[in-house]
Protein backbone atom coordinates (compact mmCIF):
# COMPACT_ATOMS: atom_id res chain seq x y z
CA UNK A 1 0.00 0.00 0.00
CA UNK A 2 1.69 3.17 -1.13
CA UNK A 3 -0.49 5.85 0.82
CA UNK A 4 -0.51 3.57 3.61
CA UNK A 5 -1.00 5.03 7.52
CA UNK A 6 0.32 4.29 10.74
CA UNK A 7 -0.72 6.23 13.93
CA UNK A 8 0.75 6.63 17.09
CA UNK A 9 -1.26 7.16 20.55
CA UNK A 10 0.29 8.47 23.16
CA UNK A 11 -2.03 8.78 26.38
CA UNK A 12 -0.19 11.09 28.40
CA UNK A 13 -0.30 13.06 31.71
CA UNK A 14 -0.84 16.52 30.49
CA UNK A 15 -2.19 15.93 26.96
CA UNK A 16 -3.78 12.40 24.59
CA UNK A 17 -2.57 12.90 21.30
CA UNK A 18 -2.51 10.61 18.04
CA UNK A 19 0.03 11.05 15.46
CA UNK A 20 -0.28 9.99 11.57
CA UNK A 21 2.73 9.01 9.64
CA UNK A 22 3.31 7.63 6.19
CA UNK A 23 4.65 4.33 5.94
CA UNK A 24 8.18 6.62 5.19
CA UNK A 25 7.79 7.85 8.52
CA UNK A 26 6.84 11.55 8.08
CA UNK A 27 4.31 12.95 10.03
CA UNK A 28 0.75 13.24 7.86
CA UNK A 29 -1.08 15.23 10.71
CA UNK A 30 -1.96 15.47 14.64
CA UNK A 31 -4.73 15.32 16.73
CA UNK A 32 -4.67 15.95 20.72
CA UNK A 33 -7.12 16.62 23.94
CA UNK A 34 -5.63 17.84 26.69
CA UNK A 35 -5.95 15.12 29.78
CA UNK A 36 -8.26 15.91 32.89
CA UNK A 37 -7.80 14.04 36.45
CA UNK A 38 -8.54 14.91 39.66
CA UNK A 39 -6.53 15.27 43.10
CA UNK A 40 -7.61 14.84 46.24
CA UNK A 41 -6.11 15.86 50.22
CA UNK A 42 -4.74 12.52 50.91
CA UNK A 43 -2.28 12.10 47.76
CA UNK A 44 -4.50 10.41 45.42
CA UNK A 45 -4.56 11.47 41.81
CA UNK A 46 -7.09 9.68 39.72
CA UNK A 47 -8.08 9.47 36.40
CA UNK A 48 -11.83 8.62 34.59
CA UNK A 49 -11.07 5.39 32.42
CA UNK A 50 -14.31 5.65 30.63
CA UNK A 51 -13.37 9.87 29.50
CA UNK A 52 -9.74 8.32 29.07
CA UNK A 53 -11.23 5.94 26.19
CA UNK A 54 -13.57 8.44 24.75
CA UNK A 55 -10.95 11.41 24.21
CA UNK A 56 -9.08 8.87 22.91
CA UNK A 57 -11.25 7.85 20.37
CA UNK A 58 -12.08 11.46 19.57
CA UNK A 59 -8.48 12.10 18.75
CA UNK A 60 -9.24 9.19 16.10
CA UNK A 61 -12.32 10.39 14.60
CA UNK A 62 -10.27 14.37 14.32
CA UNK A 63 -7.11 11.98 12.39
CA UNK A 64 -10.08 10.74 10.00
CA UNK A 65 -11.19 14.52 9.48
CA UNK A 66 -8.11 15.69 8.48
CA UNK A 67 -6.74 12.40 6.08
CA UNK A 68 -8.81 11.11 2.98
CA UNK A 69 -10.20 7.63 3.21
CA UNK A 70 -7.96 6.92 6.65
CA UNK A 71 -9.85 3.60 7.18
CA UNK A 72 -8.83 1.68 4.52
CA UNK A 73 -5.12 3.34 4.48
CA UNK A 74 -4.44 2.39 7.93
CA UNK A 75 -1.71 -0.39 8.06
CA UNK A 76 -1.22 -0.36 11.86
CA UNK A 77 -1.87 2.07 15.55
CA UNK A 78 0.64 1.76 18.15
CA UNK A 79 -0.61 2.18 21.47
CA UNK A 80 2.04 4.02 24.56
CA UNK A 81 1.01 5.89 27.96
CA UNK A 82 1.65 7.20 31.05
CA UNK A 83 3.67 4.56 32.95
CA UNK A 84 2.94 3.40 36.17
CA UNK A 85 -0.37 3.73 37.94
CA UNK A 86 -3.25 1.32 38.68
CA UNK A 87 -6.38 0.74 35.84
CA UNK A 88 -8.68 -2.01 37.05
CA UNK A 89 -11.31 -3.56 35.03
CA UNK A 90 -14.13 -6.12 35.69
CA UNK A 91 -14.78 -9.49 33.76
CA UNK A 92 -16.95 -7.61 31.69
CA UNK A 93 -14.32 -5.12 30.92
CA UNK A 94 -15.48 -2.50 32.75
CA UNK A 95 -13.92 0.14 35.17
CA UNK A 96 -14.27 -1.16 38.80
CA UNK A 97 -12.88 2.38 40.24
CA UNK A 98 -10.97 5.19 38.45
CA UNK A 99 -7.51 4.58 37.32
CA UNK A 100 -4.83 5.93 39.88
CA UNK A 101 -2.22 7.59 37.84
CA UNK A 102 1.56 7.41 38.91
CA UNK A 103 1.28 10.83 40.61
CA UNK A 104 -0.76 9.20 43.12
CA UNK A 105 0.95 9.20 46.74
CA UNK A 106 -1.17 6.95 48.92
CA UNK A 107 1.17 4.49 49.12
CA UNK A 108 3.93 6.22 50.33
CA UNK A 109 4.22 4.39 53.28
CA UNK A 110 3.80 0.77 52.06
CA UNK A 111 6.72 1.82 49.25
CA UNK A 112 8.98 2.91 52.47
CA UNK A 113 7.83 -0.33 54.49
CA UNK A 114 9.04 -2.69 51.98
CA UNK A 115 12.67 -0.94 51.57
CA UNK A 116 13.20 -2.02 55.39
CA UNK A 117 11.63 -5.59 54.71
CA UNK A 118 14.13 -8.51 53.93
CA UNK A 119 12.91 -9.15 50.89
CA UNK A 120 13.70 -5.94 49.54
CA UNK A 121 17.12 -7.29 48.52
CA UNK A 122 16.11 -9.95 46.71
CA UNK A 123 13.35 -7.90 44.99
CA UNK A 124 15.76 -5.16 43.29
CA UNK A 125 18.17 -8.13 42.58
CA UNK A 126 14.81 -9.95 40.77
CA UNK A 127 13.44 -6.44 39.10
CA UNK A 128 16.60 -4.53 38.37
CA UNK A 129 14.62 -1.63 39.94
CA UNK A 130 13.75 -0.24 43.67
CA UNK A 131 9.94 0.52 44.41
CA UNK A 132 7.95 3.72 44.79
CA UNK A 133 4.92 5.16 45.15
CA UNK A 134 3.77 5.38 41.61
CA UNK A 135 4.01 1.69 40.84
CA UNK A 136 1.26 -0.43 40.31
CA UNK A 137 2.59 -3.30 42.72
CA UNK A 138 2.39 -0.53 45.60
CA UNK A 139 -1.00 0.45 44.67
CA UNK A 140 -2.25 -3.06 44.71
CA UNK A 141 -0.92 -3.59 47.99
CA UNK A 142 -2.68 -0.35 49.18
CA UNK A 143 -5.85 -2.03 48.10
CA UNK A 144 -5.31 -5.05 49.67
CA UNK A 145 -4.70 -3.61 52.55
CA UNK A 146 -7.62 -0.42 52.34
CA UNK A 147 -10.13 -1.34 49.77
CA UNK A 148 -10.02 -5.13 49.35
CA UNK A 149 -13.80 -5.35 48.28
CA UNK A 150 -12.37 -3.33 44.98
CA UNK A 151 -9.56 -5.70 43.87
CA UNK A 152 -12.34 -8.70 44.70
CA UNK A 153 -14.30 -6.50 41.90
CA UNK A 154 -11.28 -6.88 39.19
CA UNK A 155 -10.28 -9.40 37.25
CA UNK A 156 -7.68 -7.90 35.49
CA UNK A 157 -5.32 -5.01 36.74
CA UNK A 158 -3.67 -2.54 33.74
CA UNK A 159 -1.29 0.41 32.76
CA UNK A 160 -2.76 3.03 30.73
CA UNK A 161 -1.53 1.80 27.44
CA UNK A 162 -3.11 -2.02 28.01
CA UNK A 163 -6.53 0.09 28.93
CA UNK A 164 -6.47 1.69 25.63
CA UNK A 165 -5.20 -1.44 23.71
CA UNK A 166 -7.99 -3.68 25.14
CA UNK A 167 -10.39 -1.20 24.23
CA UNK A 168 -9.52 -1.28 20.55
CA UNK A 169 -8.37 -4.86 20.38
CA UNK A 170 -10.49 -6.55 22.87
CA UNK A 171 -6.90 -8.19 24.41
CA UNK A 172 -5.91 -7.88 28.30
CA UNK A 173 -2.06 -8.07 27.87
CA UNK A 174 0.83 -6.54 28.92
CA UNK A 175 4.18 -5.95 27.65
CA UNK A 176 7.30 -6.64 29.21
CA UNK A 177 8.50 -3.01 30.05
CA UNK A 178 6.03 -2.39 32.11
CA UNK A 179 5.82 -5.74 33.55
CA UNK A 180 8.89 -6.05 34.52
CA UNK A 181 9.38 -2.97 36.43
CA UNK A 182 7.08 -3.27 38.84
CA UNK A 183 6.72 -6.98 39.02
CA UNK A 184 9.00 -8.89 36.93
CA UNK A 185 12.55 -10.44 36.05
CA UNK A 186 14.30 -8.39 33.67
CA UNK A 187 16.44 -11.50 33.24
CA UNK A 188 13.47 -13.82 32.04
CA UNK A 189 11.26 -11.02 31.03
CA UNK A 190 8.52 -12.09 32.57
CA UNK A 191 6.71 -12.29 36.33
CA UNK A 192 8.27 -12.45 39.38
CA UNK A 193 5.34 -13.72 41.60
CA UNK A 194 7.51 -13.13 45.03
CA UNK A 195 6.61 -9.37 44.83
CA UNK A 196 3.09 -9.58 45.46
CA UNK A 197 3.78 -12.26 48.17
CA UNK A 198 6.07 -9.96 49.83
CA UNK A 199 3.74 -7.11 49.80
CA UNK A 200 0.61 -8.83 51.20
CA UNK A 201 -0.92 -8.86 47.86
CA UNK A 202 -0.95 -12.41 47.17
CA UNK A 203 -4.25 -12.71 45.86
CA UNK A 204 -3.89 -9.45 43.30
CA UNK A 205 -1.28 -12.11 41.76
CA UNK A 206 -4.55 -13.51 39.05
CA UNK A 207 -4.91 -9.92 37.80
CA UNK A 208 -1.59 -9.72 36.18
CA UNK A 209 -2.23 -10.20 32.12
CA UNK A 210 -0.30 -12.18 29.94
CA UNK A 211 2.92 -10.41 28.97
CA UNK A 212 3.08 -10.28 25.35
CA UNK A 213 5.93 -9.01 22.69
CA UNK A 214 5.18 -5.26 21.33
CA UNK A 215 6.05 -7.21 18.20
CA UNK A 216 3.85 -9.47 18.27
CA UNK A 217 0.95 -9.54 15.88
Keep these: MTDGILIGIDAGTSVIKSVAFTAA ?5 IAAIPNTYETFADGGVE ?23 LASRLIAISVTGQGDGMWLIDEDGEPVAPAWLWLDARAASIAAEFTRHADYPAHYKRTGTGVNACQMSIHLAWMARHRPEVLARAT ?13 TGARAEDPSEANFTFGQYATRSYAPHVLDALGASDAKRLLPPIVEGTEV
Design 156 to 168: TAFHCKDWLYFKL
Design 25 to 29: GEQVA
Design 47 to 69: QDMARTWRDTAQTLKQLSQKIPN
